[in-house]
């Protein structure tokens, strides 16, 4: 099993530009969800969806789309990037068979945006 | 009030040494409790889940105290590969696959 993937690993954005953020997932996981991390501020999320055609808004929604049209991705789309989207972006995936299943974690992809 | 608060750090502790990590939480409705790790630039992996009876896994013993809301971690004879940082995470309540995570008590284990 690759787990969780994304793309790009790395992107600069200028202000104003909109880009798609990347995450598949090859273990069948019904719960998907995305993260931002900023220093001092800890993962906070953003999106997340309980399984294909389901999503929902998560702690700081504003200025980012998702959809889910498909168990195994789940992509996040930046609307029209500003400086504060600056960050580090997580996908994770879990099981939602219990509540001590395991979330995994993809890499992580390094956003600037100028 | 912040949902789940835990202590920064750093903690800069000596090859060996004992080291504990508090958490608190603020919804008495979180019924799953973890403990991450997250190493520098890398993504959060699970090093594991808190039970109500507390639970060890070699080196590192876990426990919870509902009432008080406060869950903690103890690390033994910390190793250098310990050195990372700790998170604290507990699910928003009955049902909900949300995971809620502290910020974070970044630990260094210095040789």
């Known amino acids: 099993n690759a787990g969780v993937t994304q793309t790009p690993k790395f992107q600069v954005l200028k202000t104003g530009q909109s880009m798609t953020l990347q995450c598949a997932q090859d273990?069948?996981?019904?719960?998907m969800s995305w993260y931002r991390q900023d220093p001092g501020m800890g993962l906070r999320l953003i999106h997340y969806?309980?399984?294909?055609?389901?999503?929902d808004q998560g702690e700081v929604p504003n200025g980012y789309n998702v959809s889910r049209s498909t168990t195994e991705d789940f992509p996040l789309r930046l609307l029209s990037a500003a400086p504060s989207q600056t960050s580090v972006y997580f996908c994770?995936?879990?099981?939602?068979?219990?509540?001590?299943?395991?979330?995994?974690f993809g890499p992580g992809t390094r956003l600037t945006v100028l | 009030r912040k949902e789940v608060e835990q202590d920064p750090g750093p903690f800069n502790v000596p090859e060996g040494a004992t080291v504990a990590f508090n958490c608190t939480y603020s919804?008495?409705?979180?019924?799953?409790f973890f403990w991450y790790r997250q190493d520098c630039r890398k993504e959060p992996k699970l090093l594991m889940s808190?039970?109500?009876s507390g639970n060890e896994d070699g080196r590192f013993t876990a426990q919870l105290n509902r009432a008080s809301q406060y869950i903690s971690l103890l690390i033994r004879d910390s190793k250098l590969s310990d050195s990372a940082t700790y998170l604290c995470?507990?699910?928003?309540?009955?049902?909900?696959?949300?995971?809620?995570f502290g910020k974070g008590t970044k630990l260094s284990v210095i040789p």
């Open positions: 994770a995936s879990r099981l939602t068979s219990g509540p001590y299943n395991e979330q995994f």
């Open positions: 808190v039970y109500s």
């Open positions: 969806s309980v399984g294909a055609g389901i999503t």
């Open positions: 995470v507990v699910n928003l309540g009955a049902g909900s696959y949300q995971l809620t």
């Open positions: 919804n008495s409705a979180s019924q799953s």
């Open positions: 273990m069948n996981h019904e719960y």
